[in-house]
């Protein structure tokens, strides 16, 4: 057989908890309603 393997390590978690405040701010003021990372990053 084959397998394909995609692994990520995070060496600090500072840029999760940058990640979290960013949508955070992003966030704010925002109607209510169901959202992704892919529209705080302007993706979608």
Same mark, same amino acid.
């Given at each position: 057989? @084959? &397998?394909?393997? *995609?692994?990520?390590? +995070? @060496? $600090? &978690?500072?840029?999760?908890? &940058?990640?979290?405040? =960013?949508? +955070? *701010?992003?966030? &704010? !003021? =925002? =109607?209510? !309603?169901?959202?992704?990372?892919? $529209?705080? *990053? !302007?993706?979608?």
């Amino acid at each position: 057989g @084959e &397998r394909i393997t *995609l692994s990520h390590h +995070a @060496e $600090d &978690r500072a840029i999760f908890a &940058r990640g979290a405040v =960013k949508a +955070a *701010l992003w966030a &704010r !003021g =925002k =109607k209510p !309603g169901l959202y992704s990372m892919r $529209d705080v *990053l !302007g993706l979608s």
